[in-house]
Each structure stands twice: as C-alpha cells, then as structure tokens.
C-alpha cells in the first residue's frame, strides 16, 4: 500500500516508517526537517514540506493509498501545528480522493478524559499541555466532521519501549487498573492495522497497557 506519513521524524512518526516497510509498505515520509529521520529504504521517499503549507500537502497526496497521522509539537507551542496541519490534509486528501486516515492524538480527549489520572486532569494539563490540550480537541473535531474514513487513536503516556503487541485498545475511560503508558512502537504498531481493520472506523480508540 502507498502510505504518506506525517510527522515522520517524531518518535512516532518514526516507528510508523520503520514498521511500514518492515511490513511491505511504501512510504512518503513528509517532513519539514527531512534529516532528522536518517533513514534509507529503497521502499522510502522523503518528501521536504510544512504541513502549514496546504499547496506541499497537496503536492504529497499525489498517488497515495492512506495517510497516517503523528504530527506533535512542544508543549509550549503556540502555532497550532496539530489543528490546522490536519485540516490541510483533510483537504487535500477530498482533492485527491483519499480515503483511509489514521491520526494520533492524546487520552483525555472527549470521552477518554475520566481515564486521565487526577494529577494529569486538575494540574499538569491545566498548567503546562492547555495548548497542546485545546489543539487537539480541534483538531478532533476537524477529523469528525469529515467525510473520510478516519480512525483516531488515543494514546496514554508514551514511552520509548520496545513493540509488544500486547496492549489494549479502545477501553472505556472507567476501566481499573490501567497502567497509562504505552511505547510509542506499540501504538505505531495499532494505527498501522487499522489500514485493514475496521473496527474502528470512524471511531477513537484510547490505547494504554
């Protein structure tokens, strides 16, 4: 399948491309610092570009099967890179005629927020992730308006742990004994079945182990 990555060179992003084209896939890796990702497949193009810039993320839709999503910022970033990056692919992805995506966001979106646990709910969010917090819920929201086949996927705290594959998905935000945390690898691994799951179609799924 032809799979156009944003937010390539994140942690993320990153194990999104490696597992992509250790499962067969071929990938266009978009990314505004295209050396950060320092790697070579001969399944891998790396295209340079901003997702602010609607024209570069029309220009990387050229050809593509689905499109999955881990685009992030600093928690004190102000420019609303999750929100309007996203509905410059959402855009691009009508033009083109783009159907499946598969984004990342965060727990403690809509419904997942009562899984937050109560120092990430009354103090860390409120004092030091309200932007990166209010950014996502649009960007949510740009996503569930949409006409394309979306998944949205939830991860607690993530961590550079190996890929287990032994993880859960899409639990109720009042389920006990969460340990809330999952290795970025593990939640690259969910989003990258979603291209032929479709469990969740439409849907958001909060992962944690």
């Known amino acids: 399948m032809n799979l156009l990555v944003f937010g390539a060179t994140g942690g993320t992003g990153r194990q999104l491309v490696e597992q992509a084209l250790t499962q067969g896939h071929t990938v266009t890796a978009f990314a505004r610092t295209p050396a950060k990702l320092a790697l070579q497949h001969a399944n891998l193009r790396v295209v340079p570009g901003d997702v602010l810039d609607a024209a570069a993320v029309q220009t990387a839709l050229a050809g593509q099967e689905a499109v999955l999503s881990a685009l992030g910022a600093p928690a004190g970033h102000k420019t609303p890179v999750r929100s309007?990056?996203?509905?410059?692919?959402?855009?691009?992805?009508?033009?083109?005629?783009?159907?499946?995506?598969?984004?990342?966001?965060?727990?403690?979106?809509?419904?997942?927020?009562?899984?937050?646990?109560?120092?990430?709910?009354?103090?860390?969010?409120?004092?030091?992730?309200?932007?990166?917090?209010?950014?996502?819920?649009?960007q949510e929201a740009y996503i569930q308006q949409s006409l394309v086949e979306w998944t949205i996927a939830r991860p607690a705290t993530l961590t550079n742990g190996p890929r287990t594959g032994n993880y859960q998905h899409g639990f109720p935000a009042t389920q006990q004994g969460l340990k809330i945390k999952i290795s970025r690898a593990d939640v690259a691994d969910f989003m990258l079945r979603q291209l032929h799951d479709s469990t969740y179609l439409r849907r958001a799924a909060s992962l944690s182990y």
């Open 84 to 138: 309007e990056g996203t509905r410059h692919i959402l855009h691009a992805m009508q033009q083109a005629g783009v159907r499946r995506f598969v984004c990342l966001t965060t727990l403690g979106m809509g419904d997942s927020r009562e899984a937050l646990p109560f120092s990430y709910k009354y103090l860390i969010v409120p004092l030091f992730l309200r932007s990166a917090f209010a950014d996502s819920e649009l």
